[in-house]
């Protein structure tokens, strides 16, 4: 049996007092769940949400890393770095990266494997476009996605990969994928890794849904039998709500 994920999303969300506060209101709410809960923050909460989250069972992630160690790369952040200061998790190719900052599947598969050097478990996005999707071509897209990004790990590395399943149409819109189409979109996904790495392995990743997922619709997504959970945006930012997704059962 799979467990659930439940990350949060913050985006470019959240100075440090207000990071510190949630974290005060919101580990109090969370702290008998059996789920995993991971919040991923900008890089300038990450050392204050890090040092208030410890001691709990919330795990911190950032929202993006660069694939080299170090050097000449003005304005970007290592593996290496998060790891120095307790990071655990790093989200890898959000649509909005791809869209806005030219994130490509090649530069997705080497920041996994810099993840996976440094110790960092890899949350990787995928997702098709309205377009995309209107021309029925969700499926070749989430599986190519997830084969792109994939490309040269190892089995071990590979059930260590969370995948999130997040259809850019559905991405802060409030219109939600419904929970048999998200599944199905899943279980594609899930039968592209069972193709490149077989059974046991494709059983075993996490596959989360993301996009526009709240309180009120977690419960009947998270329920489905191959979504493992989300990720979670804008009802990631209130402590409350989020807590309720965290809790959804
Ligand atoms: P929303 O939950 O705001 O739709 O965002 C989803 C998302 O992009 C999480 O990474």
Not at 148 to 172: C, D, F, H, M, R
Request: hydrophobic share 35%; with cysteine.
């Amino acid at each position: 049996m799979r467990r659930k994920v439940i990350a949060g999303n913050w985006k470019m969300n959240m100075l440090p007092n207000e990071a510190i506060e949630y974290i005060q209101e919101f580990e109090s709410l969370v702290k008998d769940t059996k789920n995993e809960v991971i919040l991923c923050v900008p890089y300038t909460d990450l050392f204050y949400v890090l040092n208030c989250a410890q001691g709990t069972n919330i795990k911190i992630g950032s929202q993006n890393m660069h694939w080299e160690e170090k050097g000449a790369y003005t304005g970007e952040v290592s593996g290496e770095m998060l790891k120095s200061i307790g990071v655990q998790y790093v989200i890898i190719g959000h649509s909005e990266r791809r869209q806005y900052f030219a994130e490509t599947d090649e530069t997705v598969n080497r920041k996994i494997k810099s993840a996976f050097a440094n110790e960092l478990n890899p949350i990787v996005c995928v997702g098709e476009t309205l377009e995309e999707r209107e021309a029925g071509k969700t499926v070749e897209i989430i599986t190519n996605q997830t084969r792109l990004a994939l490309e040269g790990l190892s089995e071990n590395q590979v059930k260590n990969t969370i995948i999130a399943y997040e259809p850019i149409w559905a991405i802060g819109t409030g219109k939600t994928a419904t929970s048999e189409d998200a599944n199905h979109s899943i279980r594609e996904i899930r039968q592209e890794i069972e193709k490149n790495y077989g059974k046991d392995v494709a059983e075993e990743v996490i596959i989360q849904y993301g996009g526009s997922v709240k309180s009120t619709n977690a419960k009947e997504l998270f329920l489905m039998s191959d979504i493992d959970g989300g990720l979670v945006g804008g009802a990631s930012l209130k402590p409350e709500e989020f807590a309720k997704i965290v809790n959804f059962e």
